[in-house]
């Protein structure tokens, strides 16, 4: 994508604090921390939407996150993953946030207000109804 921040990265134009880099997926540090380790993981292949992403790729993500943490012997950590404007999401191209916490006062913050009154089952039967697999 000619105009990705993200894009340019991995192609070399705009340069980044690699961490790790396989045939699908680069690693570097967020330029705008929430917290010490604060880092950002992305397919190579632009995809605006996590389910735009290979499913090969979204593996490879979830596994280099779990390296990463262990690497950066981070032992409380936020993994964060946004979709959409209203969901937060400021860059368009698929990405998550790795955000160790070494303190409660540090790093993602998060409000959460459940509702009661939602109806969860129309919309579990409507999922079942489009899955393309079964659960066993």
């Known amino acids: 994508m000619e105009d990705c921040i993200f894009c340019k990265i991995v192609s070399g134009e705009i340069p980044s604090n690699k961490i790790h880099e396989s045939d699908h997926v680069y690693a570097f540090m967020d330029i705008s921390p929430i917290s010490k380790g604060h880092c950002l993981f992305i397919p190579k292949v632009h995809a605006e939407k996590m389910h735009e992403v290979a499913d090969e790729t979204l593996s490879e993500i979830l596994i280099m996150i779990k390296q990463v943490i262990n690497a950066g012997v981070f032992e ?8 959409g404007i209203i969901a937060h999401q400021e860059v368009k191209h698929a990405h998550w946030h790795l955000i160790p916490k070494e303190h409660s006062d540090e790093g993602l913050k998060l409000e959460w ?24």
Not at 76 to 83: D, G, H, I, P, R
Not at 113 to 136: G, V, Y
């Open 113 to 136: 207000k459940p509702n009661k009154e939602i109806e969860q089952t129309r919309i579990a039967d409507k999922i079942r109804a489009n899955l393309l697999f079964e659960f066993e």
């Open 76 to 83: 409380n950590y936020n993994v964060l993953q946004n979709n």
